[in-house]
Each structure stands twice: as structure tokens, then as C-alpha cells.
């Protein structure tokens, strides 16, 4: 098992059929900054180093493209692509040098339920990243859908050496100190269920909700605590009905942590969370967190 090649999670490509127009929401209301636009496609960072988080490309529709993982090295991209053939994916590019912004080295594969993956190592990093009141840092994780919950996560762990944190209605896996880089929920067919972006505590939560609400976004669900991640939230439906959430203070957990199963994360009657204060989930975001559906074919920008 590859354990420690997969150091985080860099971000997500999505298609879109507005680029302009997401790309406008996504830095004047989501807080995220314009590092390159090349070929119709805006790349987007937080305030950490990595170069870019999102990526925005058009598309006749909403779709998920890729999804990019850090590898630790470029010999860990060779030895991570020798793993997801031997693991069973049914499509993987050679590993070679990234022709976009930020570059570095890297493949891209198909897991076994049609998701498009990229392994990227060497790629630029910027040397003013800093934690802010008002900006997301990072992509901290992403919540996928998936008809075979527990087979999704042992790919993931048998091929790119992520671990299990916790079972509860989902399954969670982290490839750091994070409790969960990945989770992966039940559902009919392979698509996306929300993407989460890490806050400089609480208040830049709150600070963050208010400024969607302003725009006319309101809070979906939260804000809240959820007890796997002991992580708070507050989830929004944004342009192309993408779930998105801002999130602050997941929990840090190491080889000591001890796995915990669905029956250990039951709240009481008419809670969603540890506070018990919100309300549950709004009807348009769960209707929103099946929508999103992976693109066919390995990507390739």
C-alpha cells in the first residue's frame, strides 16, 4: 500500500457553461483570487500555496472534471501509477509533465466508479500564502457519491494509500493529519456531493455566510458542528447548483486514532449535528448533491 505519497488534496476542475460568470461569483462573493486564464478557462486561488484550488473550463453543462492530488515527489507519481494499474483502474495517462498553469509532473486515471483523478507532484506554489478573515485557504476535502461506498474507499486506500478515519452514514479517508480528505456517500451513481472550503476559524465562517447571504445565497444547512471532523460548517447551493461549504477546525488525528463505527455518530432526536441548533439540510441541496455527475474520458486541459 502506498502510504504517505498522497500528501493533500490540491482541488477540483469543474466545467461549466458560464465561465465568466462563475468566475465572477467565485471571487467577488466567494472570496478566491484569478491567478490565469488561458483557452476560455479561469484558474482560481485561495490564500494558501498552492497555485490553484479551482479551475474552471466551459462545458455545455455542470460537470465535475478532475479531481488533483499532491504527490510527495516525482518518484512517488511513478510508484502511485504502477499501484492504480495494479489496483484496477480502467483507464490511466503515462505520467508526464502538466501543461497548464502551475505545471509539474504527473497522470491522470479513472477509479472504478467513472471518477477522474490526477496525481500531480512539483507543481508551483505561491510564497505569500497566509491564512485571512475573509478568504479561503483551501480545498480541504470533497464528498463523493457513490452505489458501493465501501469498494470506493478501498480503491482509494489499496491504490493511493489513503486511510480510514471514521464510518458513519459515510465512509471518511484522509491521506494527512486532516481527519478526512475524501469522504464518500451513498447513492444511486458516481457524482459529486459537495465541495468544502477550509476558513480561518469560526467567525471567518460566519463573516463568510453573511457575505453569501447578502448576495442572495442563503445557508443551505448549518451553521453547525458535525461530529466525524468534528468540523463547523455552513453549506451553500452556488452557481450550477455545486454545494459548496465553508468549513473551519478539522479535527488532527494520527496512527493512534481509533476508527469508530455508524452506531457511535447518532445524534438525538431532531439534530443534524453536535450543536443541535440548525436546521436539517435544506430540500434544494439535497436535491443539489446528486446532480453533479464526473465528465467521461480522462482529463486533459
Given at each position: 500500500m502506498p502510504?504517505?505519497?498522497i500528501t493533500g488534496l490540491r482541488g477540483v476542475d469543474l466545467g461549466v457553461p458560464d465561465v465568466d460568470a462563475h468566475a465572477r461569483f467565485y471571487t467577488d462573493v466567494w472570496h478566491l483570487s484569478v491567478v490565469a486564464e488561458r483557452n476560455g478557462s479561469v484558474?482560481?486561488?485561495?490564500?494558501g500555496a498552492y497555485c490553484h484550488i479551482l479551475a474552471l473550463h466551459p462545458r455545455?453543462?455542470?460537470?465535475?472534471?478532475?479531481?488533483n492530488l499532491v504527490a510527495a515527489d516525482r518518484g512517488a507519481v511513478d510508484r502511485l501509477h504502477a499501484s492504480v494499474i495494479a489496483a484496477g483502474a480502467p483507464q490511466a495517462d503515462q505520467p508526464a509533465s502538466i501543461a497548464e498553469p502551475g505545471g509539474g509532473y504527473g497522470f491522470a486515471f479513472t477509479d472504478p466508479d467513472g471518477r477522474q483523478?490526477?496525481?500531480?507532484?512539483?507543481?508551483?506554489?505561491?510564497?505569500?500564502?497566509?491564512?485571512?478573515p475573509d478568504r479561503p485557504e483551501k480545498?480541504?476535502?470533497?464528498?463523493?457519491?457513490?452505489?458501493r461506498q465501501e469498494?470506493?474507499?478501498?480503491?482509494?486506500?489499496r491504490a493511493l494509500g489513503f486511510e480510514v478515519s471514521d464510518r458513519s452514514l459515510l465512509t471518511f479517508v484522509r491521506c494527512n493529519d486532516d481527519h478526512h480528505s475524501v469522504a464518500?456517500?451513498?447513492g444511486g451513481s458516481s457524482t459529486l456531493h459537495h465541495i468544502a472550503f477550509e476558513m480561518d476559524g469560526i467567525d471567518s465562517v460566519m463573516r463568510g455566510a453573511g457575505r453569501m447571504r447578502d448576495?442572495?445565497?442563503?445557508?443551505e444547512w448549518g451553521p453547525g458542528r458535525h461530529g466525524p471532523g468534528n468540523n463547523v460548517f455552513a453549506y451553500f447551493v452556488g452557481p450550477g447548483d455545486f454545494v459548496i461549504e465553508y468549513t473551519a477546525e478539522i479535527g488532527k488525528v494520527d496512527d493512534n486514532y481509533r476508527v469508530r463505527a455508524p452506531g457511535e455518530w447518532v445524534y438525538p432526536p431532531g439534530h443534524s449535528d453536535l450543536w443541535g441548533a440548525t436546521l436539517p439540510p435544506s430540500a434544494r441541496m439535497k436535491a443539489a448533491q446528486a446532480k453533479i455527475e464526473f465528465a467521461e474520458g480522462l482529463f486533459r486541459p
Open positions: 502510504a504517505g505519497m484558474y482560481l486561488r485561495g490564500s455545455n453543462k455542470p460537470q465535475l472534471l478532475c479531481v483523478l490526477r496525481v500531480i507532484a512539483g507543481d508551483a506554489r505561491h510564497a505569500d500564502a497566509r491564512r485571512l480545498i480541504t476535502h470533497l464528498v463523493l457519491n457513490t452505489p469498494d470506493a474507499a478501498a480503491f482509494w486506500v464518500f456517500h451513498p448576495a442572495g445565497h442563503p445557508i
